[in-house]
Structure formats: structure tokens, C-alpha cells
């Protein structure tokens, strides 16, 4: 029959009526067509009113988060669309539409780190739209709230090729946006954040941790005010693992903020640390109460090292230092600002200071300064100043000039060098001075009086030579502490064998005993953190090493001190804590002439050094006549690194021995 089909040898149709086929292809259009926009559909969700409730739209929006889509959008509704914790899935564009609320339901986010939304090991995430995101910190701060920092209201954990642009992001009970390390370490890369308000956050608006290429553009960030640190941008790595690398804020503005303008706080990294590589181009900051730009360095293992360039930036502020630059390793970090102008408005405060903090033993700088114009408050304020707690600080690789404008418009040029901060702070000079050449074993001379009870914190180092039995033998009491750190305590003998080692819990107390066999004198190490340590002989001779700074805790004595016979090249710096930890200091010869004296000391004092014939020098530490005697510290330069017991009728640096705990 025409038109019947024929089947071939697998049992296929290869022959149709015409008719029939022509219906065949045409539903096979259909079916095609429906498919298409079946997927087309699923491509895409729209969040409008028909989803919207005034209660609690969470459901709704959080299958929308992680759907097999590509777009979400959510639109304007009645009112915010309110919600519980957010996850956000990856490969997406989240659209939130102008006059559209994204926000933190009231009364809810009772975990300490419960965030509006997380974004944790995702790539490929777009969040844009011109609408709103925010939370409700003062709910936080609640009687029925755990005290935290980490309600976020973005979160990315190893997140890639993250793009968040056009909102409002306002009043977290943490950070804007926190920029952190994925599950297993490793950091968020490829961030662009760009045209964004961060407004009004608890702790930060943002704060980046650990990133790989980030680039901040037209973004504000103000009004930020809670939790320490409160700044408008903080870069601040919690380890030494964390990286800050390709990191580019462009055209961006920090006002207002409780905090600082732009901080990088890098003491978590240290030398074995990814270098740092930040650039801040044409930014503003203004109205902060702390500095427009501070950066930290780290104090100990090596300093912090990259590079990062500041230029065409305008940093004001009016109660503090505009630029505040701490631990910043010269021979490690390039700091260079370049066409930036900085403006001074408070007394007394220079538009650019250095601070080495306690604990930095490095050389200041790494700083260079091209067309950098700074605004002076009054005549009297030096364009930079040098900061430091404890230790006079070396200066090195300082370059480039300051345009310097005084009241009322008096313009001159200064030159960013060390000679020129040594000019503006003459004790600076002193810090160059190299120790008395004497070997540090060299034992101490015999003294009617050999017992002494030192009373120190942080770190400390002592020598102990025996008796005339070849004995020694050293009390250690560790105080009570906050920290439940457990400090470490090392014995090394003259040939740098380990002949002691423990670790002391806080109000834990030991006896060592060395000798009559060994190689003394014998190196005692202590590494107390925030301890309070009693370190007292009771047999042999024992001194303290200064080839650093002593940290002492209420302590009363005296010290003998080795000095250049007949120079002036020596000096000794003593520091108090702040607010109002102070002690009273005097420098004599061993006549009992005064050589300087100073009391209530809290900031650092320079007791300058005088000739002395014989080159030996008392400096006897007590009580302030206002203020409390606890935490101060003493630095000596140009002098020998030990400091010995000094006779001291009624002083508690002579006191008796305490008693034996095995």
C-alpha cells in the first residue's frame, strides 16, 4: 500500500506518510519550544510581592540562595524582606533591586557568629542592585545576647571570583563584609567590591584577613562604632599562614569612624610570612578618631615585609597623628606615599609619627616620602615625630621630603631622613651609640651583698656564676596571671648546652641548682608573656642581661652599671606604663653625685650620660610621688648589657631570699 512504512533490518521506520510526518515534526517543535522555556525559567527566579510576608521570609529566599540557577533577583516589596542566617550557593548573580531590604529578622541571630550572609568555599558569586542589606546591632547587645564580634552582615570564607557592587550595607553587629580564609586555609581570591556603602557597622565596615587579588573601588565606609577596632577598613591577618597580597583600593573614602581611617594591622606576620603587596590610590579619610592611615608591623620573629604605595591620597584628622606608622622594619617593608597630603588639626599631634612598640628591636623606616605636603597644627609641632615605649629605636632607610605648611601659611621644605628626626628629637642620637665592648661572661665583681630578688614581666635573661664551691642555685616564682600561657624557662650553660628546661604554670615556683660540675656561667631564658616572674639567687652571683629592654614590675633597687670611662656617649631610657603605672628614677656615680634624676615617669626619659672616671654608675628605681610603681621598663645604650645588684639600704631590691618551693 502507498504510503505504508517499511521496517528496516533493526525493525526502525524508514518510511512515514507525508502527512503524518509533517505533524511528527511540528509536535517535535513544540516539545523543543516548551523545553527552552522550561529551562529558561529555571535559569532565572524572581523574588517579588507574591513571595513576600511582613514576618519572615526566609524559606523563600534561602531555596532561592542555593537553587540550580543563575540569577535571583529580589524585588521591592510592602516591606524588608526579613530573614533568618543566609547561606548563598555559588555560580550566581543575586539582584537586589533598588528600594529592595534584605534584612536581619529582630530578636533573631543569637549565634555568636551567626551572619546575614555566608558565602563559604564558593566562586563565581555576584551580588549587586542598588538595594539594602542590614542588621539591627543594638538587638546584639541585648541581656539575652553572648557578647560577639562576628555577626557579619557579608561573610566569605575561600570564596573566588567574588563581585559585590552597588548596595547599601549597614549596621552589622560585626563587620560589612569580612574577607577570610576557607576550610582548609586558604584565602579568598579574585574580591571586587566596588560602588558600596558600608555604613554604621559594630566593629569594622570591613575588615579583610586573608586574600589573594581584592580590589576595593568608590567604596565608603563610615560611622563605624562598637567593638574595637572600629575603623572604616581593617587588613589584619589572625596567623602568619594568612597572605595580603594584590590588594588595590581605588577612589575610596573612610569618615567618621570611631576607629581609623585605613588600618592595616600585619603584626600576625612576621618573616617567614607571604610579603605584603597593597596599593591605596586617590582615597580620602576624615572625621576618625583614630589615624587616617596606621600601620603595624610585627615585634618579634622578623618584621613584617612587602611593599605597599599610598599615593594621591588625602589623610586628615583632628584629634590625632594623620599618618601612625608602628614596627616598621627598615630592612624589610617598602612604605613609600607619594603626592598624598596630610593635615594635623590637634596640638601637639605631628601630621607623621613612627612608633617602635615594646618588644621591637628592629630598625625603624623603610619610608619614603615623594611630594608628600603635611599641615601643621601650630608653630611648635614638628612635621614627624619618633614614638616609643620602651627602647630608644634606630633609624634607617628613611628618604624622600615633606612640604611642610605652618601657620599662617608659611611654606618650607624639609628633607624625611634620620638626621632630620634626630634634629626634631636629639635623644634619638643616643640610640646609635654601640654597647661598652666588655664580654658579657665576664663575672661581676665580688660585693659585700650578693642576694637580689628581681621582679620582672615578659621576657627576661639572666647570668648566675657559682659561689666559691662552684655551686649556683636560682629561685623562679611566676605570679598570677589572666593568661593561662604557660611560660618557658631554659638553663644553657657556657659551651650552649640546654642543662634545664620546664614550662611554669602561673603562681608556680622552681629551685635550680647547678654546679659544682658544668660549664657557668649559666644563661637563664625566660619567656613569661604577660607574667608577672620573681627571679632571686640563693647561692652564687647573678646579673641580668640588658642587651635589650628589662621589663620590671615593682620593683625597688639599684643597679650598677657599666659605662665608657670619661665619655658622655651613653644613655639610659626609662618608661613607665600608661595611664598612670610610674616610677622615679636616679642616675649617680659611685660618690653619690647625681647625674639625673626624674620622677612620675610614665612616657619615656632620657637620663643622658655624664663623664665618670672610673666608669661605673648606680641607677636606683622607686616608688613615684604620684601614681602607682608596677609595670616600667629600662633600656641602656652605649652601655655594657648587664645590669648588677647595687647596694641599697632599706630598698626591697635587697631583700631576703624567699622561701625554697621544689
Known amino acids: 500500500m502507498r504510503g505504508t512504512p517499511k521496517p528496516n533490518r533493526v525493525g526502525r521506520i524508514t518510511a512515514m506518510h507525508p502527512h503524518r510526518a509533517a505533524r511528527r515534526f511540528a509536535a517535535v517543535l513544540v516539545l523543543w519550544a516548551a523545553v527552552q522555556a522550561s529551562s529558561a525559567a529555571a535559569a532565572e527566579i524572581v523574588l517579588d510581592v507574591d513571595a513576600w510576608n511582613p514576618t519572615n521570609t526566609t524559606t523563600r529566599v534561602q531555596a532561592a540562595f542555593t537553587a540550580p540557577v543563575s540569577r535571583v533577583v529580589l524585588r521591592p516589596a510592602p516591606g524588608p524582606w526579613i530573614v533568618l542566617p543566609l547561606v548563598v ?29 555566608t558565602l563559604r568555599a564558593v566562586s563565581n558569586v555576584t551580588l549587586t542592585g542598588g538595594g539594602t542589606l542590614r542588621m539591627w546591632p543594638e538587638d546584639y547587645a541585648g541581656p539575652t545576647y553572648r557578647p560577639s564580634e562576628w555577626r557579619h552582615t557579608v561573610r566569605l570564607h575561600g570564596a573566588v571570583n567574588v563581585r559585590i557592587d552597588t548596595l547599601r550595607i549597614e549596621r552589622s553587629g560585626g563587620d560589612g563584609l569580612y574577607v577570610g580564609a576557607g576550610p582548609s586555609r ?101 572625621g576618625n578618631r583614630r589615624a587616617a592611615f596606621e600601620w ?47 593635615e ?35 608653630r611648635e609641632t614638628p612635621p614627624a615625630a619618633v614614638r616609643y615605649e620602651s627602647a630608644l629605636p634606630r633609624l634607617d632607610r628613611l628618604g624622600g621630603h615633606l612640604h611642610v605648611v605652618e601657620p599662617p601659611e608659611e611654606r618650607r621644605t624639609d628633607p624625611f631622613t634620620a638626621a632630620r628626626l634626630r634634629e626634631w628629637q636629639p635623644e634619638l642620637t643616643f640610640a646609635d651609640l654601640p654597647p661598652l665592648a666588655i664580654r658579657s661572661t665576664e663575672c661581676p665583681p665580688a660585693r659585700e651583698l650578693r642576694s637580689v630578688r628581681w621582679r620582672l614581666r615578659h621576657d627576661a635573661e639572666a647570668l648566675l656564676w657559682p659561689d666559691a664551691d662552684g655551686v649556683g642555685e636560682v629561685a623562679i616564682e611566676i605570679g598570677r596571671s589572666g593568661q593561662a600561657d604557660r611560660i618557658e624557662a631554659r638553663a644553657i650553660g657556657a659551651d650552649g648546652r640546654t642543662v634545664l628546661a620546664t614550662n611554669l604554670s602561673p603562681s608556680a615556683s622552681v629551685i635550680w641548682q647547678f654546679g ?147
Open 89 to 117: 550557593a555559588g555560580d550566581r548573580e543575586i539582584v537586589i533591586e533598588r528600594g529592595a531590604v534584605l534584612e536581619a529578622m529582630r530578636g533573631a541571630f543569637h549565634g555568636p557568629g551567626d551572619s546575614l550572609l
Open 186 to 286: 586558604e584565602p579568598s581570591r579574585n574580591i571586587v567590591v566596588r560602588d558600596v556603602v558600608f555604613d554604621r557597622h559594630h566593629r569594622q565596615g570591613i575588615s579583610v584577613i586573608t586574600v589573594d587579588d581584592l580590589l576595593l573601588e568608590r567604596v565608603v565606609m563610615q560611622g563605624t562604632c562598637g567593638t574595637a577596632p572600629r575603623s572604616g577598613l581593617d587588613v589584619e591577618p589572625n596567623h602568619p599562614w594568612e597572605q595580603v597580597t594584590g590588594v588595590r583600593i581605588l577612589d575610596c573614602v573612610s569618615a567618621d569612624n570611631h576607629g581609623a581611617g585605613f588600618q592595616f594591622h600585619l603584626a600576625n606576620l612576621h618573616a617567614t610570612s607571604t610579603p605584603v603587596a597593597i596599593r591605596l590610590e586617590r582615597c580620602r579619610a576624615h
Open 296 to 342: 603595624t608591623g610585627a615585634r618579634d620573629r622578623g618584621p613584617t615585609r612587602g611593599e605597599i604605595i599610598v599615593s594621591d591620597c588625602e589623610l586628615r584628622s583632628g584629634t590625632v597623628s594623620p599618618i601612625d606608622i608602628r614596627n616598621c622594619g627598615a630592612g624589610a617593608l617598602s612604605l613609600v606615599f607619594r603626592r598624598v597630603n596630610v
Open 344 to 378: 594635623s588639626g590637634a596640638a601637639r599631634q605631628p601630621p607623621v609619627v613612627l612608633r617602635s612598640q615594646r618588644g621591637f628591636i628592629h630598625p625603624l623606616g623603610g619610608i619614603q616620602m615623594e611630594d608628600v605636603q603635611v599641615r601643621l597644627p601650630d
Open 516 to 662: 659544682p660540675h658544668g660549664s657557668p656561667p649559666w644563661r637563664l631564658k625566660l619567656h613569661g608573656n604577660t607574667a608577672a616572674i620573681s627571679l632571686s639567687n640563693r647561692r652564687g652571683n647573678l646579673r641580668l642581661c640588658a642587651d635589650s629592654v628589662v621589663h620590671l614590675f615593682g620593683w625597688e633597687g639599684a643597679f650598677a652599671l657599666r659605662v665608657p670611662p670619661h665619655s658622655d656617649q651613653w644613655a639610659i631610657v626609662v618608661v613607665g606604663s600608661e595611664p598612670d603605672e610610674a616610677v622615679r628614677a636616679e642616675l649617680t656615680d659611685r660618690a653619690g653625685r647625681v647625674l639625673g634624676a626624674a620622677d612620675n615617669i610614665i612616657r619615656p626619659v632620657v637620663l643622658r650620660g655624664r663623664p665618670v672616671e672610673d666608669g661605673i654608675v648606680q641607677l636606683r628605681c622607686s616608688r613615684p610621688s604620684v601614681g602607682r610603681l608596677e609595670d616600667y621598663s629600662v633600656t641602656l645604650s652605649g652601655c655594657a648589657p648587664w645590669l648588677d645588684p647595687a647596694p641599697l639600704s632599706g630598698g626591697s631590691g635587697t631583700e631576703r631570699r624567699p622561701e625554697a618551693h621544689r
